[in-house]
């Protein structure tokens, strides 16, 4: 959905470069918001660097985890800039969920 129109006004309203890390299955994937694109892989000096399981991802993308709750259960580790991660949710929240990156 990055590609779409909605996509690339969503994605400027970041405009950063996001890591998200699964320790359980050992990868990790590349949320390139300055370039409207996704891939696995890692990138230098990203924004911010969410560390979480796949379930736990998934929970969020289909709409049944709360964010927030499960950073403060420890199930959702941040590294790097509080502000980009903050505007990244609002992002989400206004596309519907994180399954729409």
């Known amino acids: 959905e ?9 994605a400027k309203k ?9 320790p359980d299955t050992k990868k990790s994937f590349v949320v390139d918001l ?4 996704a891939f696995q892989g890692s990138a ?8 979480l399981d796949e379930s736990v991802f998934v929970s969020l993308a289909t ?9 403060m259960e420890g199930k959702i580790e ?14 989400l929240k206004a596309l519907g969920g994180a399954a729409k990156l």
Do not use: R
């Open 2 to 10: 990055l590609q779409t129109d909605i996509g690339k006004d969503a």
């Open 14 to 22: 970041v405009n950063e470069v996001i890591v998200y890390e699964f």
């Open 34 to 37: 300055k370039q409207c694109k």
């Open 44 to 51: 230098e000096d990203p924004a911010c660097t969410f560390k």
């Open 63 to 71: 709409g049944k985890g709360d964010p927030m709750s499960l950073f």
């Open 78 to 91: 941040l590294d790097g800039d509080t502000d980009v991660a903050m505007k990244l949710q609002k992002v």
